[in-house]
């Protein structure tokens, strides 16, 4: 669930990718053959997957169909691949196509460029051992390996534990690993080659109807005052045993984690995470085209 690896561990992966990418040409082809629109993606298909993921049953009509033209264009633009035997069909790719999605539905097709840093796309059968390579502040280099549940790199590919894709579709918990991972894509996006996610992605123009600076600095006020907040509740409850806040411990950890912690809570469960984080949810609303941050519709 962390942003890029090292290089030497980045390297490890991007050279094993590679090595599939033929397998994943074939994919796509396949997929593209049916058409690149909504109706590429067959009824019955479309049906067993809402049904697998509580989060798009929570849609109306028209907000469903969108997501489904989005998922059918992110399937003719990514390859997946299975790793160690994992052989991934239709509906395993539209499941991860789905909630990489759903953050997007409200911006529609351009959106989709957040993700064009990257193409491939590889599931586990289960935890990912991801290896790292990490210098100490002596000089020592120390090589290891680290269980991941999914892994965000520059340039891709997007790595995810399939059990975890399968089982993060559950609602109230604020957990969706599948859109923790494209966030740190979305946060990566555009950014120089080797500079690591810092959750300040690049923001649409005219966001809140300021000039690109002043929306930039509104951004970067907002994330500090809400992870600073966060922290602080965290460290009430660790310290004293204060309620936990609903909000994942993990977003914590840097501004990078915070930006995809929240983007998966927006989108699990938006009104919760509005109660905690106010400020943060209206910034979220204005990045993602969300119908509450139009400036004729009240705010809630």
């Known amino acids: 669930m962390s942003p890029p690896p090292p290089s030497g561990a980045a390297a490890g992966w991007r050279g094993w990718w590679r090595q599939l990418a033929r397998r994943w040409a074939r994919w796509r082809r396949r997929w593209r053959a049916r058409g690149g629109d909504g109706a590429a993606i067959p009824e019955r298909l479309w049906a067993r997957v809402v049904a697998d993921l509580p989060l798009l049953q929570a849609l109306d009509d028209a907000e469903r169909e969108r997501l489904r033209g989005l998922c059918a264009a992110f399937l003719a633009r990514k390859e997946f691949s299975g790793a160690h035997g994992l052989v991934v069909d239709d509906r395993m790719a539209l499941l991860v196509a789905a909630q990489a999605c759903l953050p997007l539905r409200f911006r529609g097709l351009p959106a989709l460029a957040w993700y064009d840093d990257f193409v491939g796309i590889i599931l586990h059968p289960d935890e990912v051992r991801a290896p790292r390579r990490v ?4 000089g020592v280099v120390h090589e ?3 269980e991941l549940a999914g892994e965000a790199m520059q340039g891709g590919p997007i790595v995810l534990a399939w059990p975890r894709v399968l089982g993060s579709g559950g609602q109230g918990v604020g957990h969706n690993l599948v859109i923790h991972e494209f966030a740190h894509a979305i946060d990566l996006h555009g950014k120089p080659l080797g500079m690591a996610a810092d959750g300040c992605p690049r923001l649409p123009p005219g966001l809140l109807g300021l000039p690109a600076a002043a929306a930039r600095a509104r951004w970067q006020h907002e994330l500090e ?7 602080h509740r965290v460290g009430l409850h660790e310290r004293f045993g204060e309620p936990a806040p609903w909000l994942d411990a993990y977003a914590a950890e840097s501004p990078a984690e915070f930006f995809a912690v929240t983007c998966e809570a927006y989108c699990v469960d938006r009104e919760r995470l509005h109660a905690e984080h106010p400020a943060w949810t209206g910034l979220l609303d204005a990045f993602f085209g969300h119908p509450a941050a139009a400036p004729d519709r009240p705010r809630d």
């Open 135 to 138: 210098r100490d502040d002596v």
């Open 225 to 231: 005052a809400a992870l600073a907040l966060h922290r």
């Open 144 to 146: 290891y390996e680290e």
